[in-house]
């Protein structure tokens, strides 16, 4: 009697997974970030180090002949309401993208040492956000070795802003939309892009990125 109750019970109807908006946040290759990042490198940098974490931060030691810079790298989905403060300072481009340059000491305690970082967020409500940033000394915890990071400030700016971080955006948020593109919830454009993501109120709200 009771297993006929139990069957009786209509069961809550599953959603499809590619028109549900997810509500975990989507995480970026970490894999894919370093591998991206060395690519971009400018020809005359020798990669002599790299590592990284599972997701969203990779980072390099290069060498140009005048002595090693560790280059670091956060690719995440953020916020998008954090901009205004994030890049009050900054610029935005033709296309939506907000750019923020800073220059400042490092964060150990090196004498001398100096962090170049060229930060940018994509527009659109995914909030996807690059952020590049070099050091004058091989180990932060010594003093500066070098008179200037490598690469310099514009060739961060370039690798920040390089469109191969599209296909690591879509790579990040796993699932691909399989709505009608009449129909998609997406910015428009989508064209079939990652799904869901535009649901991004649960996003990572931090001002800096998560850099180790």
């Known amino acids: 009697m009771w297993r006929e109750v139990v069957d009786a019970v209509p069961k809550s109807p599953k959603r499809s997974r590619s028109a549900a908006p997810r509500t975990e946040r989507p995480e970026v290759s970490g894999k894919s970030v370093g591998d991206t990042l060395a690519a971009l490198l ?3 940098l020798d990669v002599v180090a790299r590592g990284g974490q599972e997701s969203e931060y990779a980072y390099v030691v290069v060498d140009d002949g005048r002595g090693r810079s560790p280059v670091r790298i956060n690719v995440q989905y953020v916020m998008v309401d954090a901009a205004g403060k994030l890049y009050a300072d900054g610029e935005t481009l033709p296309d939506g993208t907000r750019v923020a340059t800073r220059q400042g000491p490092g964060e150990k305690a090196g004498s001398g040492v100096v962090m170049w ?3 940018t967020l994509r527009p659109g409500a995914e909030g996807f956000r690059v952020v590049v940033s070099a050091f004058d000394t091989g180990d932060q915890n010594a003093d500066a070795t070098r008179d200037a990071p490598a690469p310099a400030m514009e060739q961060l700016r370039k690798i920040a802003l390089s ?4 296909g690591v955006a879509v790579s990040g948020a796993g699932e691909v939309c399989t709505i009608d593109p009449r129909l998609c919830p997406h910015a428009p ?24």
């Open 163 to 166: 469109e191969e971080w599209d």
């Open 42 to 44: 400018p020809e005359k």
């Open 189 to 212: 454009g989508c064209a079939h892009g990652p799904a869901g993501i535009q649901e991004s109120s649960h996003l990572d709200t931090t001002a800096q990125p998560r850099m180790r």
């Open 117 to 119: 970082t060229v930060d």
